[in-house]
T-cell receptor, first 115, second 113 residues
Framework: GDSVTQMEGPVTLSEEAFLTINCTYTATGYPSLFWYVQYPGEGLQLLLKATKADDKGSNKGFEATYRKETTSFHLEKGSVQVSDSAVYFCALRGNSGGSNYKLTFGKGTLLTVNP | NAGVTQTPKFQVLKTGQSMTLQCAQDMNHEYMSWYRQDPGMGLRLIHYSVGAGITDQGEVPNGYNVSRSTTEDFPLRLLSAAPSQTSVYFC????????????FGEGSWLTVV
Protein backbone atom coordinates (compact mmCIF):
# COMPACT_ATOMS: atom_id res chain seq x y z
CA GLY A 1 0.00 0.00 0.00
CA ASP A 2 0.86 3.67 -0.05
CA SER A 3 3.31 5.01 2.50
CA VAL A 4 5.11 8.25 3.36
CA THR A 5 8.38 8.57 5.24
CA GLN A 6 9.48 11.96 6.45
CA MET A 7 12.40 13.20 8.44
CA GLU A 8 11.90 12.74 12.12
CA GLY A 9 12.29 15.71 14.34
CA PRO A 10 12.34 17.70 16.26
CA VAL A 11 14.18 20.24 14.17
CA THR A 12 15.45 23.37 15.88
CA LEU A 13 16.77 26.28 13.83
CA SER A 14 17.72 29.88 14.35
CA GLU A 15 15.77 32.59 12.60
CA GLU A 16 16.86 33.12 8.96
CA ALA A 17 18.37 29.63 8.70
CA PHE A 18 17.72 27.35 5.72
CA LEU A 19 15.16 24.60 6.21
CA THR A 20 14.89 21.21 4.57
CA ILE A 21 12.46 18.52 5.67
CA ASN A 22 12.88 15.31 3.70
CA CYS A 23 9.90 13.32 2.48
CA THR A 24 9.88 10.16 0.38
CA TYR A 25 6.92 8.07 -0.65
CA THR A 26 5.86 4.70 -1.96
CA ALA A 27 2.78 4.52 -4.16
CA THR A 28 1.53 2.89 -7.32
CA GLY A 29 0.39 5.05 -10.18
CA TYR A 30 0.61 8.81 -10.04
CA PRO A 31 -0.28 10.22 -6.63
CA SER A 32 -0.63 13.86 -5.72
CA LEU A 33 1.67 15.12 -2.99
CA PHE A 34 0.94 17.61 -0.24
CA TRP A 35 2.55 19.41 2.66
CA TYR A 36 0.25 20.35 5.53
CA VAL A 37 1.18 22.54 8.50
CA GLN A 38 -0.26 22.41 12.00
CA TYR A 39 0.35 25.38 14.28
CA PRO A 40 0.10 24.78 18.04
CA GLY A 41 -3.45 24.02 19.13
CA GLU A 42 -4.83 24.32 15.61
CA GLY A 43 -5.99 22.09 12.79
CA LEU A 44 -4.20 21.16 9.58
CA GLN A 45 -3.78 23.72 6.85
CA LEU A 46 -2.65 23.01 3.34
CA LEU A 47 0.78 24.55 2.80
CA LEU A 48 1.44 23.49 -0.78
CA LYS A 49 0.81 20.69 -3.22
CA ALA A 50 1.98 19.17 -6.50
CA THR A 51 -0.13 16.95 -8.70
CA LYS A 52 2.33 15.59 -11.25
CA ALA A 53 6.00 14.85 -11.70
CA ASP A 54 8.34 17.87 -11.82
CA ASP A 55 5.63 20.19 -10.50
CA LYS A 56 6.83 22.65 -7.89
CA GLY A 57 4.43 23.70 -5.17
CA SER A 58 5.13 26.95 -3.35
CA ASN A 59 3.53 29.10 -0.68
CA LYS A 60 4.72 31.55 2.00
CA GLY A 61 8.34 31.08 0.93
CA PHE A 62 8.15 27.29 1.18
CA GLU A 63 8.80 25.11 -1.87
CA ALA A 64 8.71 21.43 -2.73
CA THR A 65 9.29 19.69 -6.06
CA TYR A 66 7.60 16.40 -7.04
CA ARG A 67 10.49 14.11 -8.03
CA LYS A 68 9.17 10.86 -9.44
CA GLU A 69 12.63 9.45 -10.18
CA THR A 70 13.58 9.66 -6.50
CA THR A 71 10.00 9.38 -5.15
CA SER A 72 10.59 12.49 -3.06
CA PHE A 73 8.86 15.74 -2.13
CA HIS A 74 11.27 17.57 0.15
CA LEU A 75 10.12 20.80 1.78
CA GLU A 76 12.50 23.79 1.71
CA LYS A 77 12.53 27.37 2.85
CA GLY A 78 15.43 29.73 2.42
CA SER A 79 14.98 31.79 5.58
CA VAL A 80 12.74 30.60 8.39
CA GLN A 81 10.96 32.84 10.86
CA VAL A 82 9.82 32.28 14.42
CA SER A 83 6.25 32.21 13.09
CA ASP A 84 7.11 29.08 11.06
CA SER A 85 7.34 27.02 14.25
CA ALA A 86 4.82 24.22 13.74
CA VAL A 87 4.43 20.56 12.87
CA TYR A 88 4.79 19.77 9.16
CA PHE A 89 3.17 16.74 7.56
CA CYS A 90 3.98 15.26 4.18
CA ALA A 91 1.06 13.38 2.62
CA LEU A 92 0.02 11.70 -0.58
CA ARG A 93 -3.33 11.12 -2.25
CA GLY A 94 -3.22 8.05 -4.43
CA ASN A 95 -4.97 7.53 -7.74
CA SER A 96 -4.95 3.77 -8.10
CA GLY A 97 -6.88 0.94 -6.50
CA GLY A 98 -9.61 3.26 -5.37
CA SER A 99 -7.33 4.99 -2.88
CA ASN A 100 -8.05 8.59 -3.82
CA TYR A 101 -10.57 9.09 -1.04
CA LYS A 102 -7.87 9.50 1.59
CA LEU A 103 -4.50 10.98 2.46
CA THR A 104 -1.61 8.85 3.63
CA PHE A 105 0.49 10.87 6.07
CA GLY A 106 4.02 10.85 7.31
CA LYS A 107 4.44 11.03 11.07
CA GLY A 108 5.10 14.74 11.14
CA THR A 109 8.16 16.89 11.85
CA LEU A 110 8.15 19.41 14.67
CA LEU A 111 10.00 22.59 13.71
CA THR A 112 11.04 25.13 16.33
CA VAL A 113 12.59 28.39 15.19
CA ASN A 114 14.40 30.45 17.81
CA PRO A 115 14.93 34.21 17.55
CA ASN B 1 -16.12 30.82 4.37
CA ALA B 2 -17.06 28.12 6.89
CA GLY B 3 -15.36 25.17 5.13
CA VAL B 4 -15.30 22.16 7.47
CA THR B 5 -16.83 22.74 10.89
CA GLN B 6 -16.34 20.35 13.79
CA THR B 7 -17.90 20.37 17.23
CA PRO B 8 -17.12 20.16 20.07
CA LYS B 9 -13.55 21.40 20.18
CA PHE B 10 -12.85 19.90 23.60
CA GLN B 11 -14.57 17.05 25.41
CA VAL B 12 -13.85 14.92 28.48
CA LEU B 13 -15.66 11.59 28.70
CA LYS B 14 -15.77 8.85 31.27
CA THR B 15 -14.97 5.30 30.23
CA GLY B 16 -18.07 3.64 28.83
CA GLN B 17 -19.88 6.84 27.86
CA SER B 18 -20.96 7.46 24.30
CA MET B 19 -20.83 10.66 22.33
CA THR B 20 -21.01 12.06 18.82
CA LEU B 21 -18.52 14.36 17.15
CA GLN B 22 -20.27 16.53 14.62
CA CYS B 23 -18.84 17.49 11.24
CA ALA B 24 -20.36 19.65 8.54
CA GLN B 25 -19.00 21.03 5.28
CA ASP B 26 -20.46 23.66 2.99
CA MET B 27 -18.39 23.01 -0.13
CA ASN B 28 -20.67 20.32 -1.63
CA HIS B 29 -17.83 17.79 -1.41
CA GLU B 30 -18.54 14.16 -2.16
CA TYR B 31 -15.79 12.76 0.02
CA MET B 32 -15.69 13.09 3.79
CA SER B 33 -13.55 11.30 6.34
CA TRP B 34 -12.47 11.14 9.95
CA TYR B 35 -8.86 10.86 11.12
CA ARG B 36 -7.33 10.57 14.53
CA GLN B 37 -3.99 12.07 15.46
CA ASP B 38 -1.78 10.49 18.07
CA PRO B 39 1.77 11.48 19.08
CA GLY B 40 4.38 9.94 16.78
CA MET B 41 1.71 8.28 14.62
CA GLY B 42 0.72 10.99 12.19
CA LEU B 43 -2.93 10.88 11.19
CA ARG B 44 -4.79 7.62 10.69
CA LEU B 45 -8.06 7.13 8.86
CA ILE B 46 -11.00 5.95 10.95
CA HIS B 47 -13.95 5.96 8.52
CA TYR B 48 -14.72 7.59 5.23
CA SER B 49 -17.61 8.28 2.88
CA VAL B 50 -17.65 8.82 -0.88
CA GLY B 51 -21.19 10.14 -0.95
CA ALA B 52 -24.48 10.32 0.90
CA GLY B 53 -25.52 6.87 2.06
CA ILE B 54 -22.08 5.33 1.45
CA THR B 55 -19.55 4.74 4.22
CA ASP B 56 -16.62 2.41 4.72
CA GLN B 57 -13.91 1.59 7.24
CA GLY B 58 -10.43 3.03 7.29
CA GLU B 59 -7.34 1.82 9.15
CA VAL B 60 -8.62 2.11 12.73
CA PRO B 61 -12.43 1.76 12.74
CA ASN B 62 -12.98 -0.26 15.92
CA GLY B 63 -15.09 1.50 18.53
CA TYR B 64 -16.44 4.08 16.09
CA ASN B 65 -19.55 4.35 13.96
CA VAL B 66 -20.50 6.76 11.17
CA SER B 67 -23.40 7.56 8.91
CA ARG B 68 -23.87 9.94 5.98
CA SER B 69 -27.49 10.86 5.49
CA THR B 70 -26.73 14.14 3.72
CA THR B 71 -23.87 15.46 1.62
CA GLU B 72 -23.08 18.10 4.25
CA ASP B 73 -22.90 16.09 7.48
CA PHE B 74 -20.71 13.21 8.62
CA PRO B 75 -20.97 12.55 12.39
CA LEU B 76 -18.59 10.21 14.22
CA ARG B 77 -20.02 8.21 17.10
CA LEU B 78 -18.01 6.73 19.92
CA LEU B 79 -20.08 3.80 21.10
CA SER B 80 -18.46 3.07 24.49
CA ALA B 81 -15.50 5.34 25.12
CA ALA B 82 -12.18 3.81 26.18
CA PRO B 83 -8.97 5.54 27.33
CA SER B 84 -7.32 4.34 24.09
CA GLN B 85 -9.65 6.70 22.24
CA THR B 86 -8.06 9.73 23.86
CA SER B 87 -6.87 11.58 20.79
CA VAL B 88 -7.36 14.56 18.52
CA TYR B 89 -9.98 13.94 15.86
CA PHE B 90 -10.10 15.66 12.49
CA CYS B 91 -12.90 15.68 9.99
CA UNK B 92 -11.97 16.25 6.36
CA UNK B 93 -13.70 16.74 3.04
CA UNK B 94 -12.78 16.99 -0.62
CA UNK B 95 -14.03 16.68 -4.14
CA UNK B 96 -13.26 13.66 -6.27
CA UNK B 97 -9.97 13.58 -8.12
CA UNK B 98 -6.50 12.90 -6.85
CA UNK B 99 -5.34 16.47 -7.32
CA UNK B 100 -8.11 18.00 -5.24
CA UNK B 101 -7.08 19.35 -1.86
CA UNK B 102 -8.48 17.63 1.21
CA UNK B 103 -9.70 20.24 3.70
CA PHE B 104 -9.64 19.72 7.44
CA GLY B 105 -11.69 20.96 10.33
CA GLU B 106 -10.05 22.56 13.35
CA GLY B 107 -10.00 19.35 15.36
CA SER B 108 -11.72 17.93 18.42
CA TRP B 109 -9.58 17.20 21.47
CA LEU B 110 -11.09 14.20 23.28
CA THR B 111 -9.96 12.86 26.64
CA VAL B 112 -11.39 9.63 28.05
CA VAL B 113 -10.81 9.12 31.77
Amino acid sequence: GDSVTQMEGPVTLSEEAFLTINCTYTATGYPSLFWYVQYPGEGLQLLLKATKADDKGSNKGFEATYRKETTSFHLEKGSVQVSDSAVYFCALRGNSGGSNYKLTFGKGTLLTVNP
Amino acid sequence: NAGVTQTPKFQVLKTGQSMTLQCAQDMNHEYMSWYRQDPGMGLRLIHYSVGAGITDQGEVPNGYNVSRSTTEDFPLRLLSAAPSQTSVYFCASSGQGTGNTIYFGEGSWLTVV
